[in-house]
């Protein structure tokens, strides 16, 4: 169980602006329409904002969770992350930032599909073996890793400051 706070910590940035607090943020509405950089700054934060609270993983598990909860848990999380995923695409970047948004949904997308291996392992009652796969941090799969660092490159080579960018849904070097 030591290990699956890691997995938590991996999606922290998320949970943080999915609204985990003790007072649940509501799921703000999005801008439509191309955006100017600033709003697209201004939006970015908002479309993780609530779904934390929406699926139920906004609070840490009991030191004795059971397997089946802390595989519960971890489908929780993809449904955060694959959301926030959805919510982003709708976003409309300015042109030059389009390509560095679809990296960076891509690799929200990937990294969700990345958990399945723990739950599927926490399916099994495999707890030793999801934690070593979240303890590790080979739970991001290189092409998660290279869509997110891309992606994150691009965005600072063009100037954007967005909130959690370098910590969301996983931190990468």
Not at 47 to 56: F, N, S, V
């Amino acid at each position: 169980m030591r290990r699956l706070t890691l997995l938590l910590a991996l999606a922290a940035a998320v949970l943080v602006a999915g609204g985990c607090g003790s007072k649940p943020l509501p799921i703000p509405s999005l801008p439509t329409g191309t955006l100017t950089q600033a709003q697209y700054e201004d939006a970015f934060p908002k479309t993780a904002q609530g779904l934390a609270a929406k699926y139920d993983v906004g609070k840490p598990l009991d030191a004795d969770a059971s397997a089946a909860d802390q595989a519960a848990h971890v489908a929780g999380l993809q449904h955060v992350l694959r959301d926030w995923a959805t919510r982003l695409a709708r976003l409309q970047p300015p042109a030059a930032a389009a390509s560095a948004q679809a990296r960076y949904i891509a690799g929200i997308r990937s990294f969700a599909s990345d958990l399945d291996r723990a739950r599927t392992a926490l399916d099994r009652g495999d707890t030793t073996g999801a934690n070593m796969l979240l303890a590790s941090g080979r739970i991001a799969s290189a092409g998660t890793r290279a869509d997110l660092i891309a992606a994150r490159r691009a965005f600072h080579a063009l100037g954007y400051d967005l909130e959690d960018l370098d910590s969301a849904p996983v931190k990468t070097d």
